[in-house]
Antibody, heavy 123, light 107 residues
């Protein structure tokens, strides 16, 4: 069974950088058939896609966050990570990591999600 | 960005009811729509991809349809476990975007 688990600080100060890690088990992060993605959800609001990374390190980001985001992968440890710079109160949200399946001849889509981690931005 | 508009944003229903949620895309997205179920305090669960294909393990009372700009999620015979918020998502173009969510509540 595929499992994804987010880890990182629950509290970040304004202007600081958020660093989150997602640990993948039950699946290989080296898979050519999957991407690994981050999605966030502010309290009481909807979902926002942040970006994804491929095992090779190839990335794709939401333009609204692109200037502040880096997503990376460490295939040796089955982790992928999110770095979000210059945090403000508007970045307070539940952050989810998830797996994306890349089927043959079709566009990639989300299939498994982590439980999420709440990150609050406050001094 | 492609806007995904869901309706209604909330609905009240009883166990056994047939419930339909609609999602409209701001431009044609072929059949590249997914649906997710989220319960309070829990991560979203993937239900449907390619507009109508069920993820493994999803009960057959869930069905999806549509193509182009208009899509539906139908629950035939609502069960107590189905009271949740449902989101549509387009993955036709980047950035991927989600609908606002539809909350299905107990009548």
């Amino acid at each position: 069974q595929v499992q994804l688990q987010e880890s990182g600080p629950g509290l970040v100060k304004p202007s600081e950088t958020l660093s989150l890690t997602c640990t993948v088990s039950g699946a290989s992060i080296n898979s050519r058939s999957h991407y690994w993605t981050w999605i966030r959800q502010p309290p009481g609001k909807g979902l926002e896609w942040i970006g994804y990374v491929y095992y090779s390190g190839t990335t794709n980001y939401n333009p609204s966050l692109k200037s502040r985001v880096t997503i990376s992968v460490d295939t040796s440890t089955q982790h992928f990570s999110l770095s979000l710079r210059s945090m403000t109160a508007a970045d307070t949200a539940m952050y989810y990591c998830a797996r994306v399946l890349q089927p043959k001849w079709e566009l990639p889509y989300l299939d498994f999600w982590g439980q999420g981690i709440l990150v609050t931005v406050s001094s | 960005d492609i806007q995904m508009t869901q309706s209604p944003l909330s609905l009240s229903a009883s166990v056994g009811d047939r419930v339909t949620i609609t999602c409209r895309a701001s431009q044609g997205i072929r059949n590249y729509v997914a649906w997710f179920q989220q319960k309070p305090g829990k991560a979203p669960k993937s239900l449907i991809f390619s507009a109508s294909r069920l993820q493994a393990g999803v009960p057959s009372r869930f069905s999806g349809g549509g193509s182009g700009t208009d899509f539906t999620l139908t629950i035939s015979g609502l069960q107590p476990d189905d009271f949740a918020t449902y989101y549509c998502q387009q993955y036709y173009s980047f950035p991927w975007t989600f609908g606002q969510g539809t909350k299905v509540e107990f009548k």
